[in-house]
């Protein structure tokens, strides 16, 4: 139960899903995504380290950037509410917009 109760508690915010929908397109450091969801660093970290610990996203080093991705996770409860957000939210204004914003990116301008 331990396990379904992080998975739950992690998604169960705004960005957090916000961040799960744009890593289900392509591996993202953190200047890019605080400044497409719009929030800063530090707290664009935090939860990033939400959704680590319960296992859902993960990261590897990229020279300069640190990348994090969705992990391909041996947790059963991650995968299936993975799989299911995959399918949600993308007629939601907000996901539609980040997802516009992401096109236009550009890592080497934002990360200095």
């Known amino acids: ?9 992690a998604l169960a915010d705004k960005n957090r899903l916000r961040i799960i929908k ?5 591996k993202m450091c953190v200047c890019e995504l605080a400044d497409i969801i719009g929030i800063s660093q530090p707290s664009l ?6 959704l680590k610990s319960a296992g859902l996203i993960g ?12 992990k391909n996770t041996n ?6 509410l993975i799989t299911i957000i995959k399918d949600w939210l993308n007629d939601d204004e907000c996901i539609k917009e980040d997802f516009h914003k992401a ?10």
């Open 103 to 112: 096109q236009y990116t550009d890592r080497n301008k934002l990360c200095k």
């Open 22 to 26: 744009l890593l289900q397109h392509k």
């Open 1 to 9: 139960m331990k396990t379904l109760v992080s998975c739950l508690k």
């Open 45 to 50: 970290s935090r939860h990033l380290n939400k």
């Open 59 to 70: 990261s590897e080093q990229d020279g300069f950037w640190t990348n994090y991705f969705l």
């Open 75 to 80: 947790n059963i409860y991650g995968k299936i």
